[in-house]
């Protein structure tokens, strides 16, 4: 049984930093792409970054760019979501997930929640004004 398990959470002023870690357990973590996604209240769960398994290739929704940086250890069997230059609108619950797709398809699905299998339970991120 797969389990992923977030960290790092919590309440930050805007134009603080923040750093999520995701920890992997139950498979071959060095073979799976993942995404970090979040929800805030009232909206649907969004896409915010994810990283291929060789670790090389990254990508980011608009909103984060520059700001969000996904990386992985292999070794740890984590990845984490550094988050820099917080703002209000980053408040959400931010969740880990495995992706279920072909890596040869990776670049062209990663942003969809239905590419992906197992789930952490979320941790909450909330950035005051």
């Known amino acids: 049984q797969v389990q992923l398990v977030e960290s790092g959470g919590g309440l930050v002023q805007a134009g603080g930093s923040l750093r999520l870690s995701c920890a992997a357990s139950?498979?071959?973590?060095?073979?799976?792409?993942m995404g970090w996604f979040r929800q805030a209240p009232g909206k649907e769960r969004e896409f915010v970054a994810a990283?291929?398994?060789?670790?090389?290739?990254?990508y980011y929704t608009d909103s984060v760019k520059g700001r969000f940086t996904i990386s992985r250890d292999n070794a740890k069997s984590t990845v984490f979501l550094q988050m820099n230059s917080l703002k209000p609108e980053d408040t959400a619950v931010y969740y880990c997930?495995?992706?279920?797709?072909?890596?040869?398809?990776?670049?062209?699905?990663?942003?969809?929640?239905?590419?992906?299998?197992?789930w952490g339970q979320g941790t909450q991120v909330t950035v005051s004004s």
């Open positions: 139950g498979r071959t973590f060095s073979s799976d792409s």
């Open positions: 990283i291929h398994w060789i670790g090389t290739n990254t």
């Open positions: 997930a495995t992706y279920i797709g072909s890596p040869r398809y990776f670049r062209s699905s990663y942003s969809y929640t239905e590419n992906y299998d197992y």
